[in-house]
């Protein structure tokens, strides 16, 4: 098993900055795709960023290219969202994944996921 907790989320305004991490524990070596993804109320949930533990290779959502920068802290099993220039349409609770083998940008194919983390981005 592999146990996930989100923390950094908030209110923020609009062009602020939050980070979000993930601690990852239990049978962390058995994980090699972390990611990102968020859902708003009354929407699906939606791909964020993904890093792949070894090779650091990387992908993001098109909403999110240029804004937000995923990035992961192998001494500490912590995965971190810089989320900047932040709007308002990026307010979701963010949820964090992992899964083993290939990073991917579907949710069904991550098989542990974090209780989440809602981000609040105000105009």
């Known amino acids: 098993q592999v146990q996930l907790v989100e923390s950094g989320g908030g209110l923020v305004q609009a062009g602020g900055s939050l980070r979000l991490s993930c601690v990852a524990s239990?049978?962390?070596?058995?994980?090699?795709?972390m990611a990102w993804f968020r859902q708003a109320p009354g929407k699906e949930r939606e791909f964020v960023a993904a890093i792949a533990w070894s090779g650091g290779v990387t992908a993001y959502g098109d909403s999110v290219k240029g804004r937000f920068t995923i990035s992961n802290d192998s001494a500490k099993n912590t995965v971190y969202l810089q989320m900047n220039s932040l709007k308002p349409e990026d307010t979701a609770v963010y949820y964090c994944?992992?899964?083993?083998?290939?990073?991917?940008?579907?949710?069904?194919?991550?098989?542990?996921w974090g209780q989440g983390t809602q981000v609040t981005v105000s105009s």
């Open positions: 994944a992992a899964k083993d083998g290939n990073i991917y940008n579907e949710a069904a194919r991550y098989r542990y």
């Open positions: 239990g049978r962390t070596f058995t994980m090699n795709a």
